[in-house]
């Protein structure tokens, strides 16, 4: 794993905390920036990891009809303001040659692709593409739903507004049928 340099953000987040008008001298404040640094180390965790490497664990198992892992929460951050965007993400995928993986492993590249600064179409199909790359699948579908700070705090400041992003390969782009089969399953 990359180290992530921490002195680097304790001066920033000190300078922030300058420029905004407070006093990082003060006692409440002292802390900070080395918390920060912290949390972003963890918040951040996904950005030198490849999601590909969560499917370490591939049965051999003849099935080839649907698996679908739905409700997976997940926190992300978006790349713009920084602020975090969180919700839920599905994932369906249609088996082919055996190879079905662990569900743990497909909320692990969840978890590692939610770990990065970004925006919520990349996380959608990094997650689609690495599962479509890995497990050679006959198609998979994701789904992401997610509110986004950004819109709720500040800005337009709409809470409860939703985003729902899609990303489809293989067999299920030119099957409407299963892809509802699917929506439906995710929302019923
Ligand atoms: N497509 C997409 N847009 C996002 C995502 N996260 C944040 N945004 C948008 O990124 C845009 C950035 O717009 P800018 O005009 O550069 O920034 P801004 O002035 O802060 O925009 P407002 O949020 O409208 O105040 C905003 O419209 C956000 O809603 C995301 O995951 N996907
Ligand atoms: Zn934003």
Redesign the pocket.
């Known amino acids: 794993m990359v180290e992530i340099n921490h002195s680097q953000i304790e001066e920033a987040i000190r300078m922030i905390l300058e420029a905004v008008g407070e006093n990082p001298d003060r006692e409440g404040l002292l802390d900070t920036p080395k918390r920060v640094a912290k949390m972003y180390e963890e918040i951040f965790e996904g950005i030198n990891l490849d999601p590909k490497e969560s499917f370490d664990l591939v049965f051999s198992e003849e099935h080839e009809e649907l698996v679908l892992l739905k409700d997976i929460s997940f926190i992300s951050m978006?790349e713009?303001?920084l602020l975090p965007?969180y919700g839920k993400a599905h994932i369906a995928y249609l088996p082919r040659n055996g190879k079905v993986t662990g569900l743990s492993k497909l909320a692990r590249a969840i978890e590692i692709v939610a770990k990065r600064p970004q925006?919520?179409?990349r996380m959608t199909s990094t997650v689609a593409d690495s599962i479509y790359e890995i497990l050679d699948p006959h198609g998979v579908m994701v789904v992401i739903e997610a509110e986004?700070m950004?819109?709720t705090m500040r800005?337009?400041k709409k809470p409860g507004a939703k985003?729902i992003t899609t990303a489809v390969r293989g067999s299920l782009v030119n099957d409407s049928y299963a892809r509802s089969e699917i929506l439906n399953l995710i929302h019923n």
């Open positions: 978006c713009h303001h965007f925006i919520q179409e986004h950004c819109m800005g337009v985003a």
